[in-house]
């Protein structure tokens, strides 16, 4: 992906020093429910004859899972937290869910319980990885999950998952503006269009944190074991 162009925003951002002693992996949405091509959305799609999700489940087949997992076992390695956020309803009816998230949880059976609300197989969390379940877009907005990360002591986030434009970027805004310090992990988030994902990342560049590769993470972990 190519580098924004500079504009006057870089005059007023704040550079922070990474610290991985405090940083936690939050993996966002790796259900089947929208996550998969033999979860429900995708099951809904191929029946209809629709291809509009193949660069979707493509890009999370290919990038996301493997990048994930890679950072995964470097958090692991480094001794720091791994969060794996989830979406969907407590129950088949969604009546704990905003209106508007009412149906998609509803028509994807995407309630706790159901192999649809799962973690996808390659990812699955460990015994002693955190989970929260949240009902809306950004996870700040309906879990404790802010209380969780100051009681690990963790003010710096590396965030990877789906849908980038969507709860990726939405719950990465909600950190930033409650002062954590944000990476986007560029390979590692995945959406339904290209475009989706790009602009997500320039817009995210732009004052809210950083946009970072699978590589580069990994080399800051290593970096930090070794120090």
């Known amino acids: 992906m190519n580098a924004p ?25 790796l259900q089947y429910a929208t996550g998969s091509r033999d979860g429900a959305l995708g099951r809904r799609l191929k029946a209809a004859g629709s291809t509009l999700a193949d660069y979707r489940f493509h890009r999370i087949e290919t990038l996301v899972l493997p990048h994930a997992q890679r950072l995964r076992g470097g958090f692991r390695a480094a ?87 969507m709860c990726v970027e939405t719950t990465a805004r909600e950190a930033a503006d409650r002062g954590y310090a944000v990476t986007l992990v560029e390979d590692a988030c995945g959406t339904t269009h290209a475009d989706l994902h790009e602009t997500t990342m320039r817009n995210f560049s732009r004052l809210f944190g950083r946009v970072r590769s699978t590589a580069e993470c990994i080399d800051e972990l290593r970096l930090a074991i070794a120090a």
């Open 5 to 29: 162009p500079a504009d006057y925003i870089t005059d007023f951002m704040l550079v922070r020093d990474t610290d991985l002693s405090r940083s936690a992996l939050l993996l966002v949405d």
């Open 79 to 165: 001794g720091r937290p791994v969060i794996y956020v989830t979406i969907g309803a407590a129950t088949p009816q969604a009546l704990d869910a905003p209106l508007h998230m009412r149906k998609l949880f509803t028509e994807c059976a995407n309630y706790v319980g159901s192999r649809e609300h799962e973690v996808l197989d390659e990812i699955k969390p460990a015994a002693d990885d955190y989970v929260v379940r949240k009902t809306t877009n950004g996870a700040f907005a309906s879990t404790g999950i802010d209380s969780l990360l100051r009681a690990l002591g963790c003010e710096q986030l590396y965030m990877a998952g789906v849908s980038t434009n």
